[in-house]
């Protein structure tokens, strides 16, 4: 697969998938995942991110993957559904790792390990320059269901900054993660 995202993906952003495919195998490592599993699901979670609008409506809508409002004013966030769903055209037809690509943008309620891997190392991979994303790869190095929480808290502070639209699935994780034991702070 490395080979085929070299092939789709322009050279910033294949380096960028390296990047979270070996910080996810770290992670997994560290975590007791599987970390095969979540090296693959790094090296493919762009895998659809080239596309352009007007190609991943299509892609989608051939597909069958629903098209909320949210992604019809934002439709680079279809490139996580629509990278799962072509993960079976490789032969890739694990449902853990076409979740964990499906969910690394926005996120859900009941997100897997897996799923929360790849969204933690797509936001801290080595070439992210963000501010505030040493501290959060330091927290991650001590905690990291405190660091995917402020992620999350980081994402939706940063659509509201920009006056976006936040995504549900990105505030249901988080109510989720607090749920679960996070704390809000």
């Known amino acids: 697969m490395e080979e085929v995202i070299k092939d789709l993906l322009t050279k910033k952003r ?14 997994a490592q560290r975590l007791g995942a599987d970390p ?11 895998i659809a991110k080239e596309l352009n609008p007007s190609e991943l409506y299509d892609y989608c809508e051939r597909n069958g993957i629903e098209i909320g ?5 934002n439709p680079q966030l279809l490139h996580a559904p629509a990278g799962a769903r072509m993960l079976r055209s490789y032969g890739i037809c694990d449902n853990d790792i076409e979740n964990a690509v499906r969910y690394h943008t ?4 009941g997100m897997s390990l897996l799923e929360r891997i790849i969204y933690l190392a797509d936001m801290l991979e080595p070439s992210r320059s963000f501010d505030g994303v040493e501290q959060l790869r330091e927290l991650c190095s001590r905690d990291f269901e405190a660091a995917f929480l402020m992620a999350l808290k980081r994402s939706i502070e940063w ?4 006056g976006c639209l936040i995504h549900e ?5 988080w109510n989720d993660r607090l749920l679960a034991g ?4």
């Open 182 to 185: 996070g704390e809000s702070k």
């Open 169 to 173: 699935g990105t505030l249901r994780a």
């Open 106 to 109: 926005v996120g859900r309620e």
């Open 69 to 73: 409002l949210i992604e019809k004013h």
């Open 159 to 162: 659509n509201l900054e920009k």
């Open 36 to 46: 095969e599993k979540a090296y693959l699901a790094g090296v493919v979670h762009d």
């Open 14 to 27: 294949y380096d960028h998938s390296m990047g979270v495919a070996v910080m996810a195998k770290e992670l």
